[in-house]
């Protein structure tokens, strides 16, 4: 079982960037699409963004289109979120999280990293 570990998360101001990587554990990592998710307090998990991880295709929900961007390291087997022009409601916990090999659900996920943004 692969193990995911997310780093980057942190406090800032509104208007500001964090960048988030998410490191999985195996170097036989296989994977259709890995992708990010977050869930603020009292909330449902919701998508945020999504990565194919043999051809280029990126998918985003319309709450982060133009400020964030998916992108991954197929070397380093590492998925990283760019957050640029954040918002107080951009406040949660996130999470990165992993298909298997052959595509379907999001059977992987790590322990999550929590960003919180200041107004």
């Known amino acids: 079982q692969v193990q995911l570990r997310e780093s980057g998360g942190g406090l800032v101001q509104a208007g500001g960037s964090l960048r988030l990587s998410c490191t999985a554990s195996?170097?036989?990592?296989?994977?259709?699409?890995m992708g990010w998710f977050r869930q603020a307090p009292g909330k449902e998990r919701e998508f945020v963004a999504g990565?194919?991880?043999?051809?280029?295709?990126?998918t985003y929900a319309d709450s982060v289109k133009g400020r964030f961007t998916i992108s991954r390291d197929n070397a380093e087997n590492t998925l990283y979120l760019q957050m640029n022009s954040l918002k107080p409601e951009d406040t949660a916990v996130y999470y990165c999280?992993?298909?298997?090999?052959?595509?379907?659900?999001?059977?992987?996920w790590g322990q999550g990293t929590q960003v919180t943004v200041s107004s």
């Open positions: 195996l170097r036989t990592f296989r994977t259709n699409a």
């Open positions: 990565i194919r991880w043999s051809v280029s295709y990126t």
């Open positions: 999280a992993a298909q298997g090999p052959y595509g379907g659900t999001y059977s992987s």
